[in-house]
């Protein structure tokens, strides 16, 4: 916080009006109150459950012996991660810190080419109805490679072609139907 603080001052006496924002703490995870008076924005992820994101991403240790993710997803007996568990645990904490003034987006979401398909569109759907109904903007990891729509290599999907391209036709629907919702709710 003490960083960031002297940071705002020194960008904000070149550009006074500059848009500002700030990672929350653990890789995006965690809001950080103490930024809330800077006037500057914070940026969450769109990962989580991990298990399900990065199922099989060789930068996670160990992902490559996690089983093949569901949605929801079932990590223990007891336990499910679920629509209602992402709005408890990823929306709702970031929500609070909106309430003091703040503005948040997701800025980076997505899930690794290896999750199966449709374990991808039903959880990457809860996410963006969540943030949809949170009001916040979203962005992809990529828009073409592992994690997009275009050319991501999935092994499960039949793609479109498109001026040499592979277009996974199913995702960037559900992309385009939240956007259109988003569009009539305003």
């Given at each position: 916080v003490k960083v960031v603080k002297r940071l705002v001052e020194g960008i904000r006496a070149e550009d006074a009006q500059r848009l500002i924002i700030a990672d929350g703490l653990r890789w995006g995870n965690d809001a950080v109150h103490g930024l809330a008076d800077l006037g500057i924005a914070q940026s969450t992820r769109g990962y989580q459950p991990m298990e399900v994101s990065h199922f099989k991403a060789s930068w996670i240790g160990g992902s490559d012996k996690w089983p093949t993710p569901t949605w929801p997803l079932h990590p223990g007996a007891n336990d499910v991660f679920d629509k209602a568990r992402l709005h408890r645990e990823r929306i709702v904490p970031w929500q609070a810190l909106?309430?003091?003034?703040?503005?948040?987006?997701?800025?980076?979401?997505?899930?690794?080419?290896?999750?199966?398909?449709?374990v991808v569109l039903a959880w990457f759907g809860d996410c963006l109805d969540l943030w949809r109904e949170a009001g916040w903007g979203y962005s992809l990891w990529n828009l073409r490679g592992a994690f997009g729509i275009v050319d991501s290599q999935r092994p499960d999907v039949s793609y479109e072609e498109k001026d040499g391209h592979k277009v996974d036709r199913a995702f960037l629907e559900l992309l385009k139907e939240i956007g259109r919702a988003s569009c009539r709710e305003r």
């Open positions: 909106e309430a003091k003034g703040v503005g948040v987006h997701v800025g980076e979401c997505g899930a690794f080419n290896q999750t199966p398909h449709d």
